[in-house]
């Protein structure tokens, strides 16, 4: 992987010893690469650095966790509020490489259905460009499976009922599924 240093005006200024994140683009994709860990202590560094991502238009994300040795619930914590942003911006996020030990934590924590985790960069960067051309031509109306609740469907997705507040799957069939 190529790392690109000007990619973000003033984004390697600061460092942390515990985490390193480096940077490089692919098409419309930013590629973040992490090593070391993420928890209380250094979670406002990573904070402050994917701040500085977001503020530069990034909202197509892949995050390469190969060396990621750890991972704090403060740190997810982190990558909600994150993926909280990016959905505001109708970009995505997805994870790659991660190994089973992080793997384990995001389960653990019930994180793993919540966001996506791929094998590698070639099925990261899939995802995220089959997530932007995959609107709907016209949104339709569809009942929450739980409560049948009218929703309104204008892309495929997860999303949670306003009714219920289940956890919908929407795919790209117009097919609509809980959790």
Same mark, same amino acid.
């Given at each position: ?9 003033? @984004? ?66 982190? @990558? ?100």
């Amino acid at each position: 992987m190529e790392l690109q240093k000007d990619l973000i005006k003033g @984004f390697f200024d600061e460092r942390d010893d515990s985490l390193g994140i480096d940077l490089e683009k692919i098409e419309e994709v930013l590629v973040v690469k992490l090593t070391g860990y993420i928890d209380t202590y250094n979670s406002n560094f990573f904070m402050k650095q994917m701040n500085k991502v977001l503020e530069s238009g990034f909202y197509k994300i892949a995050f390469d966790c190969a060396g990621i040795s750890y991972i704090s619930s403060t740190g997810i914590g982190s @990558f909600t509020a994150i993926l909280k942003t990016i959905k505001a911006h109708e970009g995505e996020l997805v994870f790659f490489n991660m190994v089973p030990k992080v793997y384990e934590i995001f389960s653990l924590l019930g994180f793993s259905q919540f966001f996506r985790i791929v094998d590698n960069l070639e099925d990261a960067i899939a995802f995220l460009k089959a997530g932007s051309e995959s609107s709907f031509e016209e949104a339709y109306q569809e009942k929450c499976p739980n409560c049948k609740k009218l929703l309104i469907i204008k892309k495929p997705g997860r999303f949670r009922c306003p009714g219920c507040k289940s956890i919908i799957t929407i795919n790209s069939s117009k097919q609509i599924f809980l959790g």
